[in-house]
């Protein structure tokens, strides 16, 4: 059974920081690429950051420069470290993991940015 797990949502004010994680079980993680998604409501869910098996990166302009996302394949874990964040940052984050030919996703973990 596949599982991607999220946690490390919550909320925060302008300018501070969160670090989501998300844990994977089922799948051959090291040959997965992994991303954070991000969604509102009445929004399409939009890519945040990606880290391929090979350990590229590539972020939306949006957060260039403020996300980091990491991978540590010993322990199946895919992390976004989120500093100076805005509240147009406020979302539900999803953490997804796919190869060619399958994906899946994590449930979701709200970030909300607020004073």
Partial sequence: QVQLVESGGGLVQ??????????????????????????TPGKQRELVAVITSGGSTNYADSVKGRFTISRDNAKRTVDL???????????????????????????????????
């Avoid at 300018?15 to 079980?25: D, F, P």
């Fill in 81 to 115: 470290q989120m500093n100076s964040l805005k509240p147009e940052d406020t979302a539900v984050y999803y953490c997804n993991g796919r190869t060619l030919t399958l994906g899946f996703w994590g449930q979701g973990t709200q970030v909300t940015v607020s004073s």
């Fill in 14 to 39: 302008p300018g501070g920081s969160l670090r989501l994680s998300c844990v994977a079980s089922g799948i051959i993680f090291r040959s997965y690429n992994m991303g954070w998604y991000r969604q």
